[in-house]
């Protein structure tokens, strides 16, 4: 079953960018949904952003619309997640997920089988 690995996290300032990367291994990228998923403290684990695996077609949550930019690199079997004029909001630990693409709604955490340990963003205000 595939394997999943978060990097890129970190402590930014409002209005900066990080770029979190999803590592692959035991699997392919390509063959399955990818999503993005954030839980902060005292809160749900919430979408951030998917990608589905026939076709590359990408979705966002309304909250991250227009600043965020999620992608998949079929050679490195990476995914990544490019996060642009971040706010304190946006602080949470971001998760990697996979499934495969008939297990259910991209948006719905429970549907993804296969997790990352998350990674820590902190935004400063």
């Known amino acids: 079953q595939v394997q999943l690995v978060e990097s890129g996290g970190g402590l930014v300032q409002a209005g900066g960018s990080l770029r979190l990367s999803c590592a692959a291994s035991?699997?392919?990228?390509?063959?399955?949904?990818m999503g993005w998923f954030r839980q902060a403290p005292g809160k749900e684990r919430e979408f951030v952003a998917a990608i589905k695996a026939s076709g590359g077609s990408t979705f966002y949550a309304d909250s991250v619309k227009g600043r965020v930019t999620m992608s998949r690199d079929n050679v490195k079997n990476t995914v990544t997640l490019q996060m642009n004029s971040l706010k304190p909001e946006d602080t949470a630990v971001y998760y990697c997920?996979?499934?495969?693409?008939?297990?259910?709604?991209?948006?719905?955490?429970?549907?993804?089988?296969?997790w990352g340990q998350g990674i820590q963003v902190t935004v400063s205000s």
């Open positions: 035991k699997g392919t990228v390509s063959n399955y949904d």
């Open positions: 997920a996979a499934k495969t693409w008939w297990s259910g709604a991209y948006y719905q955490h429970s549907n993804y089988p296969y």
